[in-house]
């Protein structure tokens, strides 16, 4: 096995990347730029994006977009991967897609391995999804953790850790690492389209994320829909992303079907550098997720001195600060009462909390330089 001297090459085969948004490709593109600061070399395999080139190389990083299908993207990202991974001394990727695929260029070209664990979903699956999907899924996960070895696993929360333990992965091959949390961009914006009844509403409520399983969305309709008799002036803006698509189509049925659209008011994502522009006219954000594997979003939210609404879920204790207000569980008859809460000002006021990206980078290039010295 190739051992480098000072320089890595480093193929991150991926599911997602950016301009694709989420926490995971937030990660993703900060270590990779991070590295090549560092003098190293990263490739990254990974879906496309609309309107996105299908290669390119951004701030220093080699980028090769394959498919936006997801589940066909191992498949034509195959001899890619085959011809990237010749000459890298490290394979790298992140639940879940593309997981089998590193998995097997690592044994098929005898090189050091790592992954990246956001979370493990595990029964949240079956929430929101039909039994049949859910059962895929949570078997998918249970078989991929179980079967596919890797040399080196990396947690982004204590959280995520321990659930790492649960599945008997060995600790001397577990590190935990902290993603970092970056201030949001400040870009000043005077003009919102479609915002009125929002704006001119006496309770302003901001959702941001995707309608996936583990977000709690759903459940965080149903709280709006109990509060149009008693609270019918409380508004929901829901800067929302279009993927999974089932999950989108099943808010704007939701809100069709109980008449809500003077209490919910869809955004389609709004581009990152416009996000702060945004939250900052919310009186209260909520934060509705079963479960976060760490949630750089709630750690931006905690930033902005504007009470958030949470369940003590998955590692949102490790990361919130600032106006927190707790709730026993993601139920309805919860989530209503910390809208209440947030409306009469009740709420517990966590010291700020420090994620640093450049020690997050720091960590990861230690890991994978103690790889390569240890094979």
């Known amino acids: ?19 694709f948004i989420g926490g995971a490709e937030i990660l ?14 990263v490739t990254v395999i990974t879906s496309n994006v609309k309107n996105a080139d299908k290669f390119e190389t951004l701030n220093g990083v080699k980028i ?35 997981l089998p695929l590193a998995w097997f260029f690592s044994k098929f070209r005898r090189k050091n391995s790592s992954i990246v664990v956001h979370e493990l979903l595990g029964k949240i699956w079956y929430m929101n999804m039909t039994k ?3 059962f895929i899924h949570f078997n998918a996960e249970r078989f991929m953790i179980r079967f ?7 947690a982004v929360s204590a959280f995520t850790l321990n659930q790492l333990k649960d599945k008997n992965i060995p600790e001397n091959k577990c590190s935990l690492i902290y993603n970092g949390i970056d201030a949001l961009p400040v870009k000043p914006k005077s003009e919102f389209e479609n915002l009125e009844l929002f704006l001119n509403s006496s309770h302003k409520l901001i959702f941001a994320g995707r309608p996936g399983p583990s977000k709690g969305v759903m459940t965080l309709l149903e709280s709006i829909k109990g509060l149009k008799e008693t609270n019918p002036d409380v508004h929901l803006l829901m800067l929302l992303g279009e993927e999974p698509r089932d999950g989108y189509q099943k808010v704007l049925t939701f809100i069709k079907k109980y008449n809500l659209e003077k209490m919910i008011t869809i955004q389609k994502q709004v581009p990152y550098q416009d996000l702060k522009a945004y939250l900052q006219l919310a009186d209260a954000f909520v934060l509705p997720s079963f479960q976060e594997g760490f ?58 909390k420090n994620f640093d990206w450049n020690s997050t980078i720091d960590k990861y290039e230690q890991i ?7 094979s």
């Open 64 to 98: 090769y977009r394959i498919t936006s299908n997801r589940y066909t993207l191992p498949l034509k990202a195959f001899f890619k991967s085959f011809k990237e991974s010749k000459d890298c001394h490290i394979i790298h990727t992140s639940t879940y897609s593309m």
């Open 1 to 19: 096995m190739k051992k480098p001297q000072k320089k890595l090459k480093i193929l991150f085969i991926i599911d997602n990347y950016h301009p």
């Open 368 to 374: 994978f330089m103690e790889m390569c010295n240890e």
């Open 295 to 352: 949630g750089i979003l709630g750690g931006q939210l905690s930033t902005l001195d504007k009470p958030i609404i949470a369940a003590k879920n998955g590692a949102l204790p490790e990361v919130l600060s600032g106006k927190v207000i707790w709730i026993p569980s993601i139920e309805p008859e919860h989530i209503t009462k910390g809208i209440i809460d947030s409306i009469e000002g009740n709420f517990t006021t966590i010291p700020p």
């Open 148 to 154: 596919f070895k890797f040399n080196r696993y990396i």
């Open 132 to 134: 049949l999907s859910a």
């Open 28 to 41: 993703a593109q900060k270590v990779a730029e991070g590295l090549i600061k560092k003098n190293h070399d």
